[in-house]
Antibody, heavy 119, light 111 residues
Framework: EVQLVESGGGLVQPGGSLRLSCAAS????????MTWVRQTPGKGLEWVAT????????SYVDSVKGRFTISRDNAKNTLHLQMNRLTAEDTAVYYC????????????WGQGTLVPVSP | QSALSQPASVSGSPGQSITISCTGT?????????VSWYQQHPGKAPKLVIS???NRPSGVSNRFSGYKSGNTASLTISGLQAEDEADYYC???????????FGPGTKVTVL
C-alpha cells in the first residue's frame, strides 16, 4: 500500500524557516517524480514544487522561487521541502504527492501538514 | 485567482447524474491530455478519480467519467450517491508553469 506521511509543520513567524519531510513507503520511491502541493481556504490548491527521480531536475511555482528548495533522499525514501523567508501568504496545508509513472498527475497524496505563518 | 475555472457548486438528487466543467486555455486544458480530477472530503487529502482526461484509476467507481472538448474538460458523476458529496478539483499540466494548475474547486451537494 502506498503511504506518504508528512511531518515538520507548525507555527512559524514571518521571516522564519521550516523544513517539511515526507516519508514514503509501499512503492519504489526512487522511480517516481515527487511533488509538493499546498492548500489554503482562500486560494485552493496550488502546485509548489516538483523533483525528478534522481534530483537532477527541480521546478517551482514563481512565488516560492529563491525561497523554497525541494530535495530527496532516495536511500531513506524521504522527500523534503526547505522553506525560508516565510510570509503570511505561505500559510497553508502542505501535501506531498507521488506522480504517476506514465502521466503528469499526482496519483497519491499524503495527509498534509499545516504551516501557519503568524507573529 | 485560480488558473482554471469551475462552478462553485453543483447539486443533484440521489441516482441522478451531474457534470462539473473545468475551463482553461491553450496553454493547459486545450493543449495537453493531462487533465485530472480529484475528490476531497472535509479534512481529508485529495483523491485522484480521473487522470489523462478520461482514465479511471484502479478502485475508482465506474460512475465517474471524464471528457474534454477544446479548452473545457468535464467530470460526470452518474448514479449520484451520498458518499459523492465532496469538493472536486480539476487540474491540468500547464506550459506556463511547467507543471500543474488547479481549478478553485466545486462543492457537490447530494440533495
Amino acid at each position: 500500500e502506498v503511504q506518504l506521511v508528512e511531518s515538520g509543520g507548525g507555527l512559524v513567524q514571518p521571516g522564519g524557516s521550516l523544513r517539511l519531510s515526507c516519508a514514503a513507503s509501499g512503492f519504489l520511491f526512487s522511480k517516481y517524480w515527487m511533488t509538493w502541493v499546498r492548500q489554503t481556504p482562500g486560494k485552493g490548491l496550488e502546485w509548489v514544487a516538483t523533483i525528478k527521480q534522481d534530483g537532477s531536475e527541480r521546478s517551482y511555482v514563481d512565488s516560492v522561487k529563491g525561497r523554497f528548495t525541494i530535495s530527496r533522499d532516495n536511500a531513506k525514501n524521504t522527500l523534503h521541502l526547505q522553506m525560508n523567508r516565510l510570509t503570511a501568504e505561505d500559510t497553508a496545508v502542505y501535501y506531498c504527492g507521488r506522480e504517476d509513472v506514465s502521466s503528469v498527475t499526482v496519483d497519491y497524496w499524503g495527509q498534509g501538514t499545516l504551516v501557519p505563518v503568524s507573529p | 485567482q485560480s488558473a482554471l475555472s469551475q462552478p462553485a457548486s453543483v447539486s443533484g438528487s440521489p441516482g441522478q447524474s451531474i457534470t462539473i466543467s473545468c475551463t482553461g486555455t491553450t496553454s493547459d486544458v486545450a493543449g495537453y491530455n493531462y487533465v485530472s480530477w480529484y475528490q476531497q472530503h472535509p479534512g481529508k487529502a485529495p483523491k485522484l478519480v480521473i487522470s489523462d482526461v478520461s482514465n479511471r484509476p484502479s478502485g475508482v467507481s465506474n460512475r465517474f467519467s471524464g471528457y474534454k472538448s477544446g479548452n473545457t474538460a468535464s467530470l460526470t458523476i452518474s448514479g449520484l450517491q451520498a458518499e459523492d458529496e465532496a469538493d472536486y478539483y480539476c487540474s491540468s499540466y500547464s506550459s506556463t508553469s511547467a507543471r500543474y494548475v488547479f481549478g478553485p474547486g466545486t462543492k457537490v451537494t447530494v440533495l
